[in-house]
């Protein structure tokens, strides 16, 4: 059996030979005599046309096929240099795999995004969700090429843990605890929990990350994280994956160093490797997205600090939603306003104030900012948040105090900057982010098998 993949690749070389190919009847139309068989096989962007006319012994069945049959077809493959595709197929037999019945719901016309959603069960069909997700499986690989091309080692996380690393309280707990019971009782008793203790689901494997940096120097994780926030946006999902790379002996330079050479070799790959995919999404998703990708490629991306940053939107404040000042965490209309409209490209934001950063943040000599990293592109804001990480002992126990974190939940953390500290940088990737970028597609819903927001978990 071969693949459409195979036949767009090599329709020379097969050019008068019989071929078989299997897959999903995408359109069926024809006339008395004879008809056409669009067919999707799944390995490759582009359909496969099938001719098939009254020689057919089964000419009666094949022209009253419903779109969504399962189907494979055998025949004579021939090149059509002067067509629209490459080749066709003039078939011999049309075999049923699976019939589909008429109320398929995904019938050959424009569906909403909206629409296809409900039935995420069956958008993969769709062309837009055949090249969503073969594109974010090729993502997924040219990160991992990245990293280990340049020697990381690839580590697990754990997924169940105590920490909440962002400190930020959105954490979905993990129990085997009856709760009903206990809110009937009034009370919770962890000393009956699995664990013995109150754990949940990771908002970031970077305390485990460090941890590995500092035995295998530079390392990265790749992983489900998850998050309680109840902000109802197209950027944010309750589970997304994160890349989270840890280095020892970095600075903060070297951190946005890595970081724009790993988005560039992304946008490389699949501009490589999913030339299809990315037409199209160029054609009917983003517009300019293609110019977009290659300008990235080639230009350095911006710098900038927070307190610069915050000078020229305050310049602008007539035009926010939000007022930007001094001490303020950035908001999505920020951040795009400065990549869109001040850089033009994405753009390196350093420097932010401590208050609005997490605590493991390495504090700069004015003892107000810290050394953060958060990188900004067009159409989405923030696509990855970075820092170097303090690596005095002195320093982060006076910090956690500050915050009324209590030393003995962060002992292995203290660790570290006891035996053998360096100074060491990483940062995360928001992998769906990643996706919507290079896609151009606007709600992180549609880059994401079956998502899971505020109110939403089917499946
Ligand atoms: O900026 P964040 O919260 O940083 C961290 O978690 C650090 N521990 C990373 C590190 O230094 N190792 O999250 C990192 C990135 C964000 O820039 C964003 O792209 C993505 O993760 N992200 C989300 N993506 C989708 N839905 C959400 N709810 C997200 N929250 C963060
Ligand atoms: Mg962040």
């Known amino acids: 059996l071969i693949t459409g993949r195979q036949l767009y690749k090599n329709y020379k070389e097969y050019d008068q030979q019989d071929v078989e190919i299997c897959g999903w009847v995408k359109s069926n139309r024809g006339s008395k005599n004879f008809g056409f068989l669009i067919i999707n096989d799944g390995t490759f962007f582009n359909p496969v046309q099938v ?37 066709e197929i003039q078939a011999k037999s049309v075999e049923i795999e699976g019939s589909c019945s008429f109320d398929y719901p995904l019938q050959k ?3 909403t995004f909206e629409y296809l959603r409900k039935i995420a069960h069956l958008r993969p069909r769709a062309n837009t969700f055949q090249a969503v997700f073969r594109v974010r499986s090729l993502v997924a690989y040219a990160i991992h090429k ?9 580590v697990h996380t754990p997924i169940i843990t105590g920490q909440d690393c962002e400190g930020a309280g959105e954490m979905f707990q993990v129990t085997t605890l009856d709760l009903e019971a206990a809110v009937k009782k009034g009370e919770i008793n962890y000393e009956e929990d699995f664990f013995e203790k109150p754990v949940n689901l990771t908002v970031s494997g970077q305390l485990a990350g460090e941890t590995f940096a500092q035995a295998f120097r530079n390392i990265y994780t790749f992983g489900p994280t998850f998050r309680a926030e109840e902000s109802n946006t197209t950027r944010h999902a309750a589970e997304f994956w994160m890349i989270e790379p840890e280095m020892a002996f970095a600075d903060l ?8 050479q ?80 001040v850089f033009k ?18 504090m700069n000599d004015d003892e107000k900012t810290v050394a953060a990293m958060d990188l900004l592109v067009p159409a989405i804001g923030e696509i990855i948040g970075g820092s170097q990480r303090e690596d005095s002992l002195e320093k982060l126990e006076k910090r956690m105090a500050e915050l009324g974190m209590d030393p003995k939940d962060y002992d292995f953390y203290l660790d570290l900057r006891k035996y053998g500290s ?32 505020v109110g939403k978990c089917k499946y």
């Open 146 to 154: 990245f990293f280990m091309e340049r020697d990381f080692v690839y």
């Open 422 to 453: 360096t100074r060491h940088s990483g940062f995360g990737l928001g992998f769906e982010r990643m996706v919507m970028y290079v896609t151009g597609m606007a709600n992180i819903r549609d880059v994401i098998p079956y998502p899971r927001t």
């Open 262 to 341: 790993m988005i560039k070799y992304i946008i490389g790959y699949v501009l490589e490797y999913a030339p299809e995919e990315m037409k199209f999404f160029n054609q009917f998703v983003d517009k300019g997205l293609l110019e977009r990708l290659h300008h990235v490629a080639e230009s350095e991306f911006g710098r900038v600090t927070y307190t610069e940053a915050v000078k020229i939107l305050e310049q602008h404040n007539d035009q926010f939603q939000y007022k930007v000042s001094w001490g303020i965490d950035l908001q999505t209309e920020h951040e795009r306003f400065l990549t869109e409209k």
């Open 51 to 87: 001719v098939y006319d009254k020689e057919l012994d089964n000419f009666g069945e094949a022209a009253k096929l419903n779109v969504g049959t399962a189907v494979i077809v055998t025949g004579t493959l021939v090149a059509t240099p002067e067509a629209k595709q490459p080749f």
């Open 345 to 362: 490209k994405p753009v390196f934001v350093t420097d932010y104030p401590k208050d609005i950063k997490a605590f493991y943040m390495k």
């Open 253 to 260: 330079e070297d951190n946005m160093e890595i970081a724009e």
């Open 109 to 111: 016309k424009r569906h």
